[in-house]
């Protein structure tokens, strides 16, 4: 069955990076759109970056630009997201997503358990 672990998670301090992954299984990563999401505490899910089949890439967060870079390494069934300069409001809970169709716009099918990101000195 389809299956999404995420991993990388933990504290950090303000300024510090982490790179979280997605480890895939059950289904052809190639051939899947998959997606970041992010909830911090008393707020809603929010998107944070998107892949598609093709490496094309999309962003969603106005903080995040420059800072969050979504990749994707099919041999592996992995999607990561490299996180830098984090801030404290970066704090939430992330999450691993897949796209139901191949396009970033599409909904979700598949979700992952979330790994927990504390930015905190």
């Known amino acids: 069955q389809v299956q999404l672990v995420e991993s990388g998670g933990g504290l950090v301090q303000p300024g510090g990076s982490l790179r979280l992954s997605c480890a895939a299984s059950?289904?052809?990563?190639?051939?899947?759109?998959m997606s970041w999401f992010r909830q911090a505490p008393g707020k809603e899910r929010e998107g944070v970056s998107c892949?598609?089949?093709?490496?094309?890439?999309?962003n969603y967060l106005n903080s995040g630009k420059g800072r969050f870079t979504i990749s994707r390494d099919d041999a592996k069934n992995t999607v990561y997201l490299q996180m830098n300069s984090l801030k404290p409001e970066d704090t939430a809970v992330y999450y691993c997503?897949?796209?139901?169709?191949?396009?970033?716009?599409?909904?979700?099918?598949?979700w992952g358990q979330g790994t927990q990101v504390t930015v905190s000195s």
């Open positions: 997503a897949r796209n139901r169709n191949n396009w970033c716009s599409s909904s979700y099918d598949s």
């Open positions: 892949i598609d089949s093709t490496a094309r890439t999309l």
């Open positions: 059950g289904f052809t990563l190639h051939l899947s759109t």
